[in-house]
T-cell receptor
Framework: EAQVTQNPRYLITVTGKKLTVTCSQNMNHEYMSWYRQDPGLGLRQIYY???????DKGDVPEGYKVSRKEKRNFPLILESPSPNQTSLYFC???????????????FGSGTQLSVL | GESVGLHLPTLSVQEGDNSIINCAYSNSASDYFIWYKQESGKGPQFIID?????DKRQGQRVTVLLNKTVKHLSLQIAATQPGDSAVYFCAESFIEIIFGKGTRLHILP
C-alpha cells in the first residue's frame, strides 16, 4: 500500500532532550516536506526536500533540522526541543516537487509532540 | 500571515443535504488548487484538485468550483453523510503551496 509513515504517533519529552521523528514513503517520491499544525494557524511548512541531499527551509525552520540521505526517508530532528514546539507534525511527499509542478501531497498520519 | 482563508470555521449540515465549503485565496498568480479532508487523528487526505484553466471539476459526490475573478474556491459535497464529518481545508499553489486554516464540517442527524 502506498503510504507515508511517521513514527512515533505520540511523543512526550522534556525541554532540551534531543529527539527525532522519522518519516518514510514507499512511492519513490522525490519531494518530501515537514509541516506543523497548530490551532488557528493551519499547516505551516518547516523544511522541504526536492531530492536526495537537497533540503531547504520552509516558513518556520527555527529549532528544526532535517536530512535526506535516502530518497525514501526524511527525518525531522529537534536538537533542543522547547515548549513552543509542542504541536502536531505531518510529513508529506509528492512525486516530483509540489512546489514546482503543482502535484498533490500525500500526508502521513501525524506525530503529536508535547514538550514539557 | 495566511493568504488562503475560509469564511467559516464551523459548518453544520443536515445528513443528506448538500454541503458547501468556501475558500478565498489572495494570490492571483496561483494556478493550482486543492481540497483536503482531515478526519480526527489522521493526516490530510486529498479530495479533489483544479487547475486555473478550469472553473469546475467534479469527482465522486464532490465538486470544486473556481472563480478567478473574485479569487474564490468552493467545495460542494452532495448528499452529506456522517463519514464526511471532518475538517476541510483548501490550498493554493504557485511556486509554493499555502494552506488555509480549515472549516470543520459537522453532520446533524
Amino acid at each position: 500500500e502506498a503510504q507515508v509513515t511517521q513514527n512515533p504517533r505520540y511523543l512526550i519529552t522534556v525541554t532540551g532532550k534531543k529527539l527525532t521523528v522519522t518519516c518514510s514513503q514507499n512511492m519513490n517520491h522525490e519531494y518530501m516536506s515537514w509541516y506543523r499544525q497548530d490551532p488557528g494557524l493551519g499547516l505551516r511548512q518547516i523544511y522541504y526536500s526536492m531530492n536526495v541531499e537537497v533540503t531547504d527551509k520552509g516558513d518556520v525552520p527555527e529549532g528544526y533540522k532535517v536530512s535526506r540521505k535516502e530518497k525514501r526517508n526524511f527525518p525531522l530532528i529537534l536538537e533542543s526541543p522547547s515548549p513552543n514546539q509542542t504541536s502536531l507534525y505531518f510529513c508529506a511527499s509528492s512525486l516530483s516537487g509540489g512546489r514546482v509542478t503543482n502535484e498533490k501531497l500525500f500526508f502521513g498520519s501525524g506525530t503529536q509532540l508535547s514538550v514539557l | 500571515g495566511e493568504s488562503v482563508g475560509l469564511h467559516l470555521p464551523t459548518l453544520s449540515v443536515q445528513e443528506g443535504d448538500n454541503s458547501i465549503i468556501n475558500c478565498a485565496y489572495s494570490n492571483s498568480a496561483s494556478d493550482y488548487f486543492i481540497w483536503y479532508k482531515q478526519e480526527s487523528g489522521k493526516g490530510p487526505q486529498f479530495i479533489i484538485d483544479i487547475r486555473s484553466n478550469m472553473d469546475k471539476r467534479q469527482g465522486q459526490r464532490v465538486t470544486v468550483l473556481l472563480n478567478k475573478t473574485v479569487k474564490h474556491l468552493s467545495l460542494q459535497i452532495a448528499a452529506t453523510q456522517p463519514g464526511d464529518s471532518a475538517v476541510y481545508f483548501c490550498a493554493e499553489s504557485f511556486i509554493e503551496i499555502i494552506f488555509g486554516k480549515g472549516t470543520r464540517l459537522h453532520i446533524l442527524p
